[in-house]
């Protein structure tokens, strides 16, 4: 139909934490209605030389759009998680371009993990785990019951996590990307 907008759908995002260690997993579909696009999209990566987590669910444009200037407020505030987030999210629901990005990203540190959103959410998550995106709720179960009931490492829960939801979520893929941090690693 002309002048209708074909939305980009698909994509599980998880974050994990144990111990000191803090790991973020995400597929890698993309799909256009019916159609897979791309089956090895990134949609987890890593900000301030390795000291911050980052997975997008949305508009891969947005989510780079929002990512770079996510960066930018990190450096701004100094590396300062929270106080990056909020300046990012007052931009994102004030600024007449930003606000009609449709995204919604996780951001970690080893401190906290954060869900942001452009309705001017900046949510502290309780628990281990959280998510978004489309297969986030089968994800997000099966990794609060793999902490409870294994020894396994983070990086572990968080990619098993997401191919179990891949195997129920048809907008999620079994190719994952996962970025760690450890709090206790002297390299960084």
Same mark, same amino acid.
């Given at each position: 139909?002309?002048?209708?907008?074909?939305?980009?759908?698909? *994509?599980?995002i998880?974050?994990? +934490?144990?111990?000191?260690?803090?790991?973020?997993?995400?597929?890698?579909?993309? *799909?256009?209605g019916?159609?897979?696009i791309?089956?090895g999209?990134?949609?987890?990566?890593?900000?301030?030389?390795?000291?911050?987590?980052?997975?997008?669910?949305?508009?891969?444009?947005?989510? $780079?759009?929002? =990512?770079?200037?996510?960066?930018?407020?990190?450096?701004?505030?100094?590396?300062?998680?929270?106080?990056? @987030?909020?300046?990012?999210? +007052?931009?994102?629901?004030?600024?007449?371009?930003?606000?009609?990005?449709?995204a $919604? $990203?996780?951001?970690?540190?080893? %401190?906290?993990?954060?869900? =942001?959103?452009?309705?001017?959410?900046?949510?502290?998550?309780e628990?281990?785990a @959280?998510?978004?995106?489309?297969?986030?709720?089968?994800?997000?179960?099966?990794?609060?019951?793999?902490c409870?009931?294994?020894?396994m490492?983070? %990086?572990?829960i968080?990619? +098993?996590?997401i191919e179990?939801a891949?195997?129920?979520?048809?907008?999620t893929?079994?190719?994952?990307?996962?970025?760690?941090?450890d709090n206790?690693?002297?390299?960084?």
């Amino acid at each position: 139909m002309k002048g209708m907008i074909t939305l980009f759908n698909g *994509t599980t995002i998880i974050c994990v +934490r144990k111990g000191s260690r803090v790991a973020m997993a995400g597929d890698g579909q993309v *799909t256009l209605g019916s159609q897979v696009i791309k089956s090895g999209a990134r949609k987890v990566r890593t900000l301030l030389g390795g000291k911050i987590l980052t997975g997008f669910a949305g508009s891969t444009a947005d989510a $780079m759009t929002l =990512l770079e200037k996510f960066e930018d407020c990190l450096e701004q505030e100094k590396g300062d998680l929270m106080k990056g @987030a909020v300046k990012l999210v +007052r931009e994102w629901r004030l600024d007449k371009a930003l606000r009609r990005l449709e995204a $919604m $990203m996780l951001a970690a540190n080893t %401190e906290m993990t954060l869900l =942001l959103s452009g309705a001017g959410d900046v949510l502290e998550p309780e628990g281990n785990a @959280a998510s978004i995106g489309s297969g986030s709720g089968y994800a997000l179960a099966a990794a609060r019951a793999l902490c409870e009931a294994t020894d396994m490492k983070p %990086e572990d829960i968080a990619r +098993r996590s997401i191919e179990l939801a891949s195997e129920i979520c048809i907008y999620t893929n079994n190719n994952i990307i996962v970025e760690v941090i450890d709090n206790n690693d002297d390299s960084k």
